[in-house]
């Protein structure tokens, strides 16, 4: 059975950062495209981001459960953000705040079992309002974790 991304609309609603014609949506600020339900330009959106834009839940066989739907488990994933000493590295940006406890522990048990290290953000709990650059967390082995900690340091863009 495939998939159907409606009627969530995460990756519309700012939680990823994108650019559509030259708009910017993140956290707190969607694309100005986006009705909340859907596109209001749907058939003239752009190749880049919105056509190549597929979330880990939509993928063909996603490893992730059906009830992972972003709008539904909090977070939105996405497969394969980058390569680090050979393996694969998946990123999970929250759908609101934070992602949820139970969907964050699955994440990092299915990072540790497949031996994918993960990339996930947070709003920073000490600020009000929704930030543009969320915090940004490695799950993984500490070299890993070390060498997400040096690449924001130098201000390297991870994905």
Known sequence: ??????????????????????CEAYPGHPCPHSTGQGCDDYEN??????????CAWIKQGSRLPDDFRPDECGALVIDHVL??????????VPVGREIPEKTLNWLMQEAEKKMRPLIYQMQDPEVDELEKNPLT?????????QWVMQ???EGRKLW
């Not at 390569?83 to 999970?92: N, R, S």
């Not at 967390?137 to 974790?145: M, V």
Request: net charge neutral; with cysteine.
């Open 1 to 22: 059975m495939t998939r159907q991304c409606q009627p969530c609309t995460a990756c519309c609603d700012g939680w990823v950062q994108i650019t559509v014609k030259g």
């Open 45 to 54: 959106r752009p190749v880049n981001p919105c056509r190549n834009f597929e």
């Open 83 to 92: 390569t680090w000493e050979g393996l694969v590295v998946d990123l999970a």
């Open 137 to 145: 967390l490695a799950y993984g082995p500490p070299a890993f974790q």
């Open 151 to 153: 690449q924001q340091a």
